[in-house]
């Protein structure tokens, strides 16, 4: 894998919401940025209902957010965050926002993306995945293939100057199937601190802990690491 990895050149972080790439995969992002892998994040919504507290409105908490997610990013090496600033809790995959993210694609033109798995409705017994999660994932996956490889899907991005780009890896976050690990153990650290960045969102310190647990895993020589799970998906 590691061969692999020393290949490729960039990475695009598709997800909902501030703060969803440091707890889906910021130690992937840490090492690979480590690597000299150039990574970017793609933040589709604002944020901004991402509180119960009375006192703070909608606008002045999706600032906090977009500042937030900045603070984590250079945590972890990110090179480039583009927020699309659409409304939180509302995110639909529709035509206008599929061809939002075929341009970020053709411009950035990752080798890789990371983003959700919308096939994932529930975890376990006691957490529903948030609706904006799963759109994400279904947005980006239709944005990759087929539209931001050919050029009769969104012809008015030709006029902009941005050809056709296809992604051939993808990681898929969150996915109840996993089929590809990564290693976090050196950036498992990372990973928490810019999670910390996060402080609207954190009212428990002990989300921390549990982020930590979740991570640790054991690698086929029985070694005890910290690792970030997705199912892998290779596009021709």
């Given at each position: 894998?590691?061969?692999?990895?020393?290949?490729?050149?960039?990475?695009?972080?598709?997800?909902?919401?501030?703060?969803?790439?440091?707890?889906y995969c910021g130690g992937?992002?840490?090492?690979?940025?480590?690597?000299?892998?150039?990574?970017?994040?793609?933040?589709?919504?604002?944020?901004?209902?991402?509180?119960?507290?009375?006192?703070?409105?909608?606008?002045?908490?999706?600032?906090?957010?977009?500042?937030?997610?900045?603070?984590?990013?250079?945590?972890?090496?990110?090179?480039?965050?583009?927020?699309?600033?659409?409304?939180?809790?509302?995110?639909?995959?529709?035509?206008?926002?599929?061809?939002?993210?075929?341009?970020?694609?053709?411009?950035?033109?990752?080798?890789?993306?990371?983003?959700?798995?919308?096939?994932?409705?529930?975890?376990?017994?006691?957490?529903?995945?948030?609706?904006?999660?799963?759109?994400?994932?279904?947005?980006?996956?239709?944005?990759?293939?087929?539209?931001?490889?050919?050029?009769?899907?969104?012809?008015?991005?030709?006029?902009?100057?941005?050809?056709?780009?296809?992604?051939?890896?993808?990681?898929?976050?969150?996915?109840?199937?996993?089929?590809?690990?990564?290693?976090?153990?050196?950036?498992?650290?990372?990973?928490?601190?810019?999670?910390?960045?996060?402080?609207?969102?954190?009212?428990?310190?002990?989300?921390?802990?549990?982020?930590?647990?979740?991570?640790?895993?054991?690698?086929?020589?029985?070694?005890?690491?910290?690792?970030?799970?997705?199912?892998?998906?290779?596009?021709?």
């Amino acid at each position: 894998m590691q061969g692999i990895m020393e290949q490729k050149k960039r990475v695009m972080v598709i997800v909902a919401h501030p703060d969803d790439p440091e707890f889906y995969c910021g130690g992937t992002v840490a090492r690979w940025s480590r690597e000299g892998m150039e990574v970017g994040y793609l933040i589709l919504t604002n944020g901004n209902k991402g509180s119960s507290d009375p006192t703070v409105t909608p606008e002045h908490l999706a600032s906090i957010r977009r500042i937030e997610q900045q603070t984590a990013a250079r945590i972890l090496g990110v090179k480039e965050v583009v927020f699309l600033d659409e409304p939180d809790g509302e995110l639909q995959a529709s035509l206008q926002l599929r061809q939002r993210v075929v341009r970020e694609i053709r411009r950035y033109r990752p080798d890789i993306v990371i983003c959700p798995d919308p096939a994932v409705y529930y975890f376990d017994t006691s957490y529903i995945n948030h609706p904006d999660h799963r759109m994400a994932g279904v947005v980006a996956l239709e944005a990759i293939f087929p539209a931001a490889r050919n050029r009769m899907y969104h012809p008015e991005l030709l006029e902009e100057g941005l050809e056709p780009h296809a992604v051939h890896e993808i990681y898929l976050a969150g996915s109840a199937q996993p089929n590809r690990w990564v290693d976090i153990s050196d950036t498992i650290d990372l990973k928490i601190e810019a999670i910390k960045a996060h402080a609207s969102q954190i009212s428990d310190l002990e989300v921390l802990d549990r982020v930590r647990q979740r991570a640790l895993d054991t690698d086929s020589y029985g070694r005890q690491v910290y690792r970030e799970a997705f199912h892998y998906l290779y596009i021709r």
